[in-house]
Structure formats: C-alpha cells, structure tokens
C-alpha cells in the first residue's frame, strides 16, 4: 500500500502525461474547458492522492484524510459544471487515470500474480469511488443551480406594482403552484401594508390554465387581504377560463371579477371616488392616411 | 388582572389590542365590550389589532363572536391593522370571518364607523354605485 503511494510520488511526472495524453483521446468537447486547467486539476488530484496524511488507506475513501481530495474533487466538478460539461465527461476524467495508473503497477509490481491483482484491485475501487464521488457533487452543484435560478424565477413573476394611490395591481404570469401561491399571497399582503392601499388587483391574463387548487390558492389570497381590509379585485379572467371555473363548479361569488385590467382599475378608481375624464377639445388625433403615396 | 382597555371616543369603543391574546384574557375582552356596548349605547367598536402576532381559530372565533354580539347590540365592528401573517393564518385556518368588517388602519376603519353612522354607508361597503 505504502509501496504504492510511494511509487505514484516518484512517477508523478509520468503519470500526469499519460494521464492527459489519456484525456486528450477521449476528449469530445475540447472548446470547453482548457487543457492548462485540465493539466491544473489533475496535477492537483495527483499530488493530493500521493501524499496523504499519515494512517490513511486507499482502501477507504470516506475517511478523514482524503477530505482534501473530496473537496478538491467538488471543486473540479463545479468548474465543470459552470463550463457545461455532462456529468459522464466529468466521471471520464477521472476513469482515463486509470490505465496509467496499472500500467504503472504491472510495471513496477513484478513480485507476485497475487501483490500485482490485490493492487490493481485497490487502485480499481479508490477510483471508482473519487469518480462516484464527483459525479454526485456534480450533480450536488447542478442542484444549487437550479435552485437558485427557481428562486430568481419566482421572485421575478411575482412583482407588486402600485397603478395610483392607494390602488395596487399583482400581474401573475405562469401556472400557480402551491410555493408560487405563497409568495404571491405574502407579496400582495406586505405590499398593502407597506403603500396602505386599499384596493389590490389580482390579474390572472398571464396565467394559463386555473384549475381548483389554483382557484383555492386565488380565494385564499382575496380573502386574506380581505381581512386586512383592502379589498381585491380579480381581472383578466379569459373566457375558456371562465367556462372552465363555471364547469368545474368554483364559487366565486363572493369576489368582484372584472374581464380586463382596465375595467378593474376604473373599479377601484371609482371606489376610491375618483373618475376619469377627457380634456374637452383634446382628442386622441386620428392619424390620417399619408397623402401623396399611392 | 389583566384587562384589555376599552377606550371611548364619542360614540366609538377603541380596542387596542397590544399584547398577545390569550384564551382568558379574549373571553374576558368579550365580556367587558358587550358590558361596556350596552351600557354606553355605542355605535361602533373599532378593535385594531396591529399588535397582534399569534392567532389561533379560538382568537378568530371569539373575534366573530365580538362582532356578532356587538351587531345584537346595535353596534358595528371593524377590526382594523391586521398584519399579513395574522391574515394568512386565518386563511389556512378556513376563517375567513365573514361577518366582521376590516380596514386597514384605524383612521379609515374611524372613517367607515362615522360615515355608517349618520347613514351614508358608502365606504368600503358591498352595495355602491358602478
């Protein structure tokens, strides 16, 4: 064992070409990633692997001592992660070590058939491992990026805009799901209290199917905002959505629903004891077809 | 023992309800508003409930049973400043207090008693003219 490492320290420099030389082959996407930062991670993986600390054994690979390179292999595989590289080119990596490696050993371990296959076996599981082992944190760093481009999503479609004093309009863009809905609720509500409005518009055109646990979700959030004492008006209701709320047996009876934004907006205006009038003698200008052009 | 004070303003009953509500003390909050309606002939009671954090159905409950009691007595209610968590526990809790009318602070929740009061019921209420 301790001959092993032993041999893999002295032979490093070997090792590290016929390693890349190695990679080199199989590599597909070469624009990828650069083969100075290839040549990087892998010397470091090298280095790491031959020089443990002491009382670590290839043989167990979660023990304490190869922390550093389980850390050095999360880090690789977030690099390749940001570069766009397939979780069995990042697990390719690993397995082209390899060939160098037995090669190395059958060339070096020439005492006994039986030294030379408990080695080769040794070298064979610890690699699989660290390979195990990247594919998972690769997949790990894939997850965290995806979570925190959900998360970027949802705070985008949720925004609160505010149409006039007092007035608030939620535009929901995208299918409701049960965390969308949450936020949508939590939104709306520290947006009323924050601009004390009383009238919030929830407009629905962006949405496109309401089924009965999307309608739950929407009567959830008028009521809550009810008991806040703002009072919330639903618009953009298309009409297949409306044939299907009627045919799935919805009650919304108890809550104001006007067809398009702007019908809901005069609404709340007209609530809040306002109107809308037109300057006299300034007409929208008709625009005229050009004269001159055939 | 510890009481909620009820304040008077005119014919309004103001409730502030600063500390956290719990069972004895809303039962007793109940009792003292009913006593306090009917022995002052009010013709509102505002309870604002800004300061309010926690909520149970037996906090909701006992507040519809408030206003239910104050409209016995000739009195409407208005529960004024409810916080969104507050709001959002109700909802998943399946209270929607029908009964109770709210506003957002206590000004306008003022506004709506004074304006129901001398009959012009027009803020806020279900039947305005479009």
Known sequence: MVKLLKMMRENQERLLTDWLNGLKAIAQRRDLISDVEVREQARKILTLISNPPPDTVLEDFSSEGWQTVRDQLMAISISRVAHGSSPSETAQFLFSLKPPMFKLIREQLTTTPDELFREIDVTNNFIDAMALHIAESYIESRDKVIARQQEEMLEL?????????????????????????????????????QTNSRFAILDITGVP????????????????????????????????????????????????????????FRLALDRSGRTVTQKPGNHTPVTAPAAGVS | MERIPILRIGTLLLVTIQVDLYDDLALRLQDDLSNRIAELEATGVLIDISGLEIVDSFIGRTLANIAAIARVLDAETVVVGMQPA????????????????????VDLGMEYLRQAATGENGVGTDHYAE
């Open chain 2, 86 to 105: 507050v709001a959002i526990t109700l909802v998943e809790l399946g209270m929607s207090l029908p009964g109770i009318r709210t506003a957002l602070n």
């Open chain 1, 157 to 193: 479609s949720t925004p609160v805009v505010t149409l006039w004093d007092g007035i608030l309009a939620l535009p929901v863009i995208g299918t409701l799901d049960s965390t969308r809905a949450q936020m949508v609720m939590e939104s709306l509500l520290q947006a009323i209290v």
């Open chain 1, 209 to 264: 199917t309401v089924d009965t646990l999307v309608a739950q979700h929407l009567l959830k959030t008028i009521t809550a905002a009810r008991l806040m004492g703002a009072e919330c008006i639903l618009s953009g209701i298309r009409p297949q959505i409306a044939q299907t709320i009627v045919h799935l047996g919805i009650n919304l009876n108890d809550i104001v629903t006007r067809s398009k934004l702007a019908d809901a």
